[in-house]
Each structure stands twice: as structure tokens, then as C-alpha cells.
């Protein structure tokens, strides 16, 4: 790499050969529960989720959904820097995740108002969660009896990145929504 300052009466300073190294300090960072989730309080390239030291899953979002009781460590990646941290996870029921292909969330990136769309119709209470990336429930709503389509409406929150988190009977769908203009 080779690097030419000239300052404002013409003269030169020449640099050859530089080499620009960065160390990496330990990511510090918090894992807290709320009900069966755990969430980490940073944003990151990547994130690790083991239980007893067996690796879950490697995703790019701050939340787990833990389906069973445990030492649960999470270890996060950004720019090739790394950090774990860990929290003994209690009072998780056993839950059936929805899958994808069952939920839609329309808009999304969304500038206020959420449309959940189902590709069947679901019978019994419903409660659907809009959760900020700290891990505070910013609102929800319920419905009881059956559904299709239902709507949130989310305009008042600040913008950025949010969690939706469904639950009816043993079911849970979790879904990352962005909030813009």
C-alpha cells in the first residue's frame, strides 16, 4: 500500500509499505430470558447457540427460542471479533414452532401498520407480540376465535428493527420486522 499526503504548500510526504492491523478486544455483551426466548442486548454478524455445550443453530439475529430448560452459552461475531456469554435458561415450555410457510407478515419493511396473513384457518385465542431488540414488549394484541388475516398497529414506535412473536395454544412463530418511513 503506498500513500501520498501533499499539504497545502506543495510539499510531500511519501508512505510504503504500511501495514494496518486491528486487535480485537472481547465483545461484551448480556443474554437475559423472557418466557421461552433468549435474547442478547447487541447487534452482531453472527450468533452461536449452544445447550450443554452442543451447538443449536448459527443465525444472524439477537434472539433463540429455547424449547427446553438449560445452560444456554451464546458466542457472537462482528469484523472477526468475538464474544460469549451465558445464562442458565429455566420455565421453558415445550413448544411447537409455526413454520415459515404457515405465517405471513406483509408489509415488511413496514412504515406502520402490519398485515399477519395465515394459509389456513386457525381457531382459538391468539396473542401477537411486538418486541424492541432490547428485549422490551413494546405492544400486542389478542384475538379469540378464528383467523386468517389480522393487523397491528406499530406507527407510534420509533423506527428500526423489531421482533414479532405469535403464540396460540403450544404454537410460537417468532419473525424479525423492520420499521421505516
Not at 457472537?76 to 407478515?105: F, M
Request: aromatic share 14%; net charge negative.
Amino acid at each position: 500500500m503506498k500513500f501520498i499526503v501533499t499539504n497545502g504548500n506543495g510539499n510531500h510526504l511519501y508512505l510504503d509499505n504500511i501495514n494496518i492491523r486491528g486487535e480485537c478486544q472481547n465483545i461484551e455483551f448480556n443474554a437475559f430470558q423472557s418466557n421461552d426466548t433468549i435474547f442478547v442486548d447487541f447487534l452482531a454478524d453472527a450468533y452461536e447457540w449452544y445447550l450443554n455445550d452442543s451447538l443449536l443453530s448459527t443465525t444472524q439475529i439477537p434472539y433463540f427460542v429455547a424449547n427446553q430448560n438449560g445452560f444456554y452459552q451464546i458466542k457472537v461475531k462482528v469484523n472477526g471479533c468475538e464474544g460469549s456469554s451465558s445464562l442458565n435458561v429455566q420455565g421453558v415450555k415445550n413448544t411447537i414452532l409455526w413454520s415459515e410457510n404457515q405465517i405471513s407478515i406483509y408489509p415488511n419493511p413496514s412504515s406502520g401498520t402490519l398485515g399477519f396473513y395465515s394459509n389456513q384457518l386457525f381457531t382459538g385465542n391468539i396473542r401477537i407480540e411486538c418486541w424492541d431488540l432490547q428485549g422490551k414488549l413494546q405492544k400486542f394484541i389478542e384475538n379469540e376465535g378464528a383467523w386468517k388475516q389480522l393487523f397491528m398497529d406499530i406507527s407510534d414506535l420509533p423506527k428500526g428493527m423489531y421482533l414479532i412473536k405469535m403464540v396460540s395454544n403450544q404454537n410460537v412463530s417468532w419473525h424479525k420486522i423492520l420499521l421505516n418511513d
